[in-house]
Structure formats: C-alpha cells, structure tokens
C-alpha cells in the first residue's frame, strides 16, 4: 500500500520543475492521468488474478511493474517518455492497492477488518504526505529524476516481507482468465478519459477524431458488458452491482476521487506560482489534508469495528467535503496561507472515511468468492474518479489560463510557465498574472464543491448490513 500510494503522489510537489524542464505545462496532468487510468485498469484485473491465483503470487508480480515503470520515468528524455513509464507503474500500483486490501479480508471477519481496512487508509494518507515532501526534497537537492528511483528499495523490502509473511496458494484447477472482458474494459477507461481530457481543448467537441472517439468508447463498453455476461470468470461480474453497497460506495467513491485528486494535483500549484512557496514547502500544504484523511479515516474504521453502525460516516464525511471545496474555491492571489491549511484539513477529514468504511462495506456484502474483484471495484471507481477529475479540472484550468493571461507573458509560453517567469514580470504586469492565475485555478475547486455535494445525496441512499463478528 505504501509503496503504491507514494508512487500516485510523489510527482505532485515536482510537476512544475519537470514541466519547465521538459516543456508542455499543457500535459502536465497527463503525469498524473496516466498513472491513474492504467491503476484503474488494473485495479479489477489484478484484484480478479488474486481471486484466481492468490494474493502473494499476483502482489509480486504487481510490485514488478511497479518497478518497470519507475526505472521508465527515471531515465525519462521526454514528457511522452515520463508518461508512458507512469501508465507502467500505475498498473503496477492499482493491483498493489487492492489485492494489498483483499488480504485483510481473506484474513479477518468484518468487524475485524474495518479496524484494519482503517489502518490501511492511514498508511495510505501517511505515504501520501511523504510523498509530495520527499518528492520536493529531492527535486531541490538531486534533481526530478530521482523522485521515481526512491521508492525502490521500499520495494525491495515489501518483496521480502511478502515472502516470509504471506503464504503461497496455487489454484486447484486452471482458471479461465477472461482477456476480452479485460481488453474491452482497458479500451472503455481510457476512451473515457481521453475524452474528457482532449474534448473542447485539443479537439472540439464537433471534430471527426473526437466523435470517432465517444463511438469507439461507447462501442467498446458496450462490448465489455457483452463479454461479461458470457465469460466464465468475469473481470469484474455484473452481479456485483445488484448489491446496494457495492453500487452506493462506488458511485459515491467515483465522485470523491474526483475532488481528491484534484486537489493533490493543483494545489502544490496553486501555492507554489501564486504564493511563491518552494517545493518542498508546497507539499506542506498537503499534510494538513492527509492528516485529516489518516485520522478519519482510522477513527472511522474504528467506530465501525465497535458500533457495527456505518453509514451516517460517509454522509458527514461528503457533506463536509463539499463545504471544504467551496471554500478552496475562493483562493486568490491575497488568501492568507492558514486559511488553506484549515480548507485542506476539512478536505481530508471529509475524504477518510470514505476510505475505511466504503471498502469494508463493500468486503462485507460480497460473496467469499469476489472479496478481490470487490474489493477492486472501489479501488476502480475512486480511480475513475482521480482520471476523470485530473483530465477535466485540467482542461478547465487550461482555457481558464488561455484566458486569463493571453498576452501578458510576452516570450514565454504558457506550457513553461513558472514562478521565475512571473517575478521576471514589472510589478503591475506581475500583480495581474498572479491575480489570473489564481482565477484560473477558482472554477475547478467550485466544480468539485459540487460534485462532493453529489457524492453526498448518493451516501444517503446506502443500506447498512449487519457486521459478522467471525
């Protein structure tokens, strides 16, 4: 879980350095868009190999990836370079995560495991505030390139506790794995977040290319709920979705990885060109968010585990949330900085419980059989969410900044923007690049102040189910 959360977080503090280096602040999200759709791929296909070959083989094998990838982003001479070795490593990451939570519930009855599903949202919030300052660290002092080398011998050490710790199982038949539902499932994720990320920025809406993309999307999920109607090992069966959990926590899951991810990825921007905190400092401003995140979502597992009670958690947890984003989305160049840090601590409080509680809500409606591809499908769907939210925030801050300083940064780019380029600039000139720049960033927290509210009307809906003591 560690070294898969790190890896999601880790470029945050560093994207404009690497940006500046390698160009194209246009595809800056794509850093992080990349690693989040192959996570999301790989969520349900690792989470289903689990259920067929077992936890420790399919961890293994995950961590493998994970390390392609890194060495990929590494060596990286070129953005399209970085972003093909982050698509490696989320794949990588994403199986880590889930079959990381299957564990526990191959281990532990449900009220046993939210105690621990909780313990495993704090190690994720904890790896996801070391991240951005390891992250900024190591771009001040060693430069970007070695962010993706300083999680390997993490790596390492999970490959030798996971030998000693876990036990191997091979299955007693061979399982049918189900490739079309996996290669139909891969092409339906990433049309829509190419979709998304391209439409009414790169390609208009009306363009050929882009009407040729929402069909082959729409075609390609077609056929994927075609295949998983046949095949005799679904990749992530239909049947899941019957149950009230399972469809309550991940359409609200969806909605809060779109808000959460948002807010990692332009904050750290947000701080760093308009308020002119350096890297390092910026990823400070994450951990008032991941200390909220790691304490609700630990104090959550935990009143679970006592109460058997779940569901007025989530629906607290969202409401607050969409009053953190609404306040995030009056941030201007003036804000004092401890007002962000209040805003990102309700944000983390408003994002923790959905960690604990949705997965273990979910491990305890699913039949034995599915705990993996069950316990993947909210990893899935947050990820969708973080894809989705990442390319769409992207593209609003991008024709907002079109807009906002069209011509008042004379022989620089937008794509190279940074906070050298705007402290170049005479006062008046820089005053009102910083005011811009920050205007740009408003209307995404506004959208997900919205988006949180949804998430909150659906948690609303969910139907508690008694928590087994064994």
């Not at 990893?379 to 801050?397: D, E, K, P, Y």
């Amino acid at each position: 879980m560690f070294v898969a959360s790190t890896g999601q977080t880790i470029v945050s503090t560093a994207l404009p350095v690497i940006t500046a280096d390698l160009g194209g602040l246009n595809r800056m999200t794509w850093v992080v868009t990349a690693y989040l759709l192959a996570s999301t791929v790989g969520a349900p296909i690792f989470g289903k190999l689990g259920d067929l070959f077992g936890r420790k083989a399919v961890l293994q094998g995950g961590l493998g990836v994970f390390t392609l990838g890194a060495l990929i982003c590494g060596v990286a001479p070129s953005m399209e370079v970085l972003i093909a070795g982050r698509a490696v490593q989320g794949l990588g990451g994403g199986g880590l995560i889930v079959v990381a939570m299957a564990v526990v519930a191959d281990l532990l009855p449900p009220r046993e495991r939210s105690r621990v599903q909780g313990a495993l949202g704090g190690v994720f919030g904890l790896s996801t505030v070391i991240g951005p300052l390891v992250g900024g660290f190591l771009v001040q002092s060693l430069g970007w390139h070695w962010i993706f080398f300083a999680n390997l011998p993490v790596v390492a050490l999970a490959w030798i506790v996971l030998q000693s710790a876990l036990e191997g199982r091979a299955p007693s038949v061979r399982p049918r794995i189900d490739v079309a539902g996996a290669a139909l499932l891969t092409a339906a994720l990433s049309g829509l977040v190419l979709t998304s990320s391209l439409g009414g920025t790169a390609l208009r809406w009306g363009d050929p290319a882009m009407l040729a993309l929402i069909a082959a999307t729409i075609a390609a999920l077609a056929g994927f709920l075609v295949a998983e109607t046949k095949a005799q090992e679904p990749i992530l069966p239909l049947s899941l979705f019957r149950l009230n959990a399972v469809a309550v926590v991940n359409a609200a899951g969806l909605l809060v990885g779109m808000a959460m991810f948002g807010t990692i990825t332009f904050l750290p921007l947000y701080v760093q060109v308009v308020k002119g905190v350096s890297p390092v400092m910026s990823g400070m401003f994450l951990l008032p968010m991941m200390a909220g995140l790691i304490g609700a979502s630990v104090a959550s597992g935990r009143v679970m585990g006592r109460t058997g009670r779940y569901k007025l958690l989530p629906v607290l947890s969202t409401a607050l949330l969409s009053v953190a984003m609404l306040g995030l989305s009056r941030l201007g160049a003036q804000t004092p900085l401890w007002q962000v840090v209040v805003l990102m601590t309700a944000t983390g409080l408003g994002i923790g419980p959905m960690m604990s509680v949705g997965v273990a809500a979910i491990q305890n409606a699913v039949p034995r059989a599915m705990l993996g591809v069950g316990t993947a499908s909210a990893n899935m769907f947050r990820l969708i969410g973080g894809s989705l939210g990442t390319s769409i925030f992207g593209a609003v801050f991008g024709a907002g900044l079109a807009q906002n300083l069209a011509g008042r940064i004379e022989g620089a780019g937008l794509g190279a923007i940074s906070r050298e380029t705007v402290m170049a600039l005479e006062p008046q000139a820089r005053e009102s690049v910083l005011a811009g720049f920050a205007a740009a960033l408003d209307p995404i927290f506004l959208l997900a102040a919205g988006i949180a509210a949804l998430a909150f009307a659906i948690t609303l809906m969910l139907r508690e189910e008694p928590l087994a003591e064994a």
